[in-house]
């Protein structure tokens, strides 16, 4: 099984930019297993349901919500175990808690994720 650990997120001012992390750990077997599945990045914010916002391909293909494209930018780093999350101008709409799975998601791998905040 993998543990997925996200971080970086924070409270920013509208227009501002964050870069969130995912880092995956757990056996070779299971790292492997994810490495070669899409993973996404997801949020909630409260009393929303949960969406999906981008997500990767291993070979780095991407795909990304209506609402965020051009401004969020995702990557990973296979040799790493880590995908990564790069937000632009920010708004107050992108406040949420972010989190990382893979897609579709896996219940057992939802971690604490990190909240974002945007706010003057």
């Known amino acids: 099984q993998v543990q997925l650990v996200e971080s970086g997120g924070g409270l920013v001012q509208p227009g501002g930019s964050l870069r969130l992390s995912c880092a995956a750990s757990?056996?070779?077997?299971?790292?492997?297993?994810?490495?070669?599945?899409?993973t996404g990045w997801y949020r909630q914010a409260p009393g929303q349901k949960g969406e999906l916002v981008a997500r990767?391909?291993?070979?780095?293909?991407?795909i990304y919500a209506e609402h965020v494209k051009g401004r969020f930018t995702i990557s990973r780093d296979n040799a790493k175990n880590t995908v990564y999350l790069q937000m632009n101008s920010l708004t107050p709409e992108d406040t949420a808690v972010y989190y990382c799975?893979?897609?579709?998601?896996?219940?057992?791998?939802w971690g604490q994720g990190t909240q974002v905040t945007v706010s003057s």
């Open positions: 799975n893979e897609v579709p998601p896996r219940p057992q791998y």
């Open positions: 757990g056996s070779a077997l299971s790292l492997a297993a994810f490495s070669t599945n899409d």
């Open positions: 990767i391909s291993r070979d780095g293909t991407t």
